[in-house]
């Protein structure tokens, strides 16, 4: 049955995922922005946004990675969008996180993530919380220039493709009986520091990329999933091939 969802955070890469599925599968969307006039944080119209929805989908995130005011963020939106969601009459709240967050508390911004969850569980109405790996693209938005070469963390991971994450929230949002916390992870690991060389080289840059410490979790090995974490999607480089493939078409198109 088609409901109506309210994504939050939906111009990021992730939310547009969401919108796309939950469009394809014949639901109507409210996306949750602030250029679509819509703030998290005062609650200026979210009132309208979710007036009729049955769920929030949330895949917001704060502009900084910076712990404190990261935390503050979370904080923040998660109260301001429970307090509207519960006078709106909405019982259901999807949340994403990440795989490991717990065991992964000795780097800042995974405290403010894990903050999120909790801040969600205590004000939002119905929380489920859906934890990921790190997105294909995450190498990318990690990549730091140095001078004349690029800097990576350089640790195992195991990236999944934000449609399949997409999916998974769609379909704890509409599920009759959701589940209070699941997890995603994608095929197979990886290493960062070899995924980024990768992505430069099928983008034609022959710039020098080196590694960099991570957090001692993280170097640990503790981003990846344990065994029993369902996998799905394309590999990394299934997604490199499709991905710069598109770059390259929009570059001569």
């Known amino acids: 049955m088609a409901q109506v969802l309210a994504v939050a955070g939906a111009t990021g890469t992730l939310s547009r995922s969401v919108v796309t599925a939950a469009r394809d599968a014949g639901h109507e969307v409210r996306r949750i922005a602030r250029s679509t006039g819509v703030d998290l944080l005062t609650g200026d119209g979210l009132p309208e946004a979710l007036r009729g929805a049955d769920a929030v989908i949330d895949c917001s995130k704060p502009p900084t990675l910076e712990e404190q005011e990261a935390t503050r963020w979370f904080t923040t939106a998660m109260r301001t969008l429970g307090a509207a969601a519960e006078s709106a009459g909405i019982r259901r709240t999807v949340v994403i996180s990440i795989v490991g967050i717990d065991r992964m508390q000795d780097y800042g911004f995974y405290r403010a993530q894990l903050v999120h969850e909790d801040a ?11 934890r990921a790996t790190q997105f294909h693209d995450f190498v990318g938005t990690m990549l730091q220039r140095d001078g004349e070469r690029f800097t990576v963390i350089d640790v195992a991971s195991q990236p999944v493709d934000t449609r399949v994450v997409a999916r998974e929230l769609l379909r704890q949002a509409t599920a009759t009986r959701p589940e209070p916390l699941t997890q995603i992870a994608g095929p197979r690991a990886e290493n960062t520091l070899d ?4 992505l430069l080289a099928a983008r034609g840059d022959d710039t020098s990329v080196v590694g960099i410490p991570a957090s001692p979790s993280m170097r640990k090995g503790l981003m990846l999933p344990d ?4 996998t799905a999607g394309p590999t990394y480089d299934e997604w490199l091939q499709e991905n710069v493939s598109r770059e390259g078409r929009d570059r001569d198109g």
Request: charge should be positive.
């Open 120 to 130: 969600a569980r205590a004000h939002c109405p119905g929380p489920v919380v859906v």
């Open 195 to 198: 995924q980024a060389r990768r």
């Open 227 to 230: 065994p029993d974490v369902p």
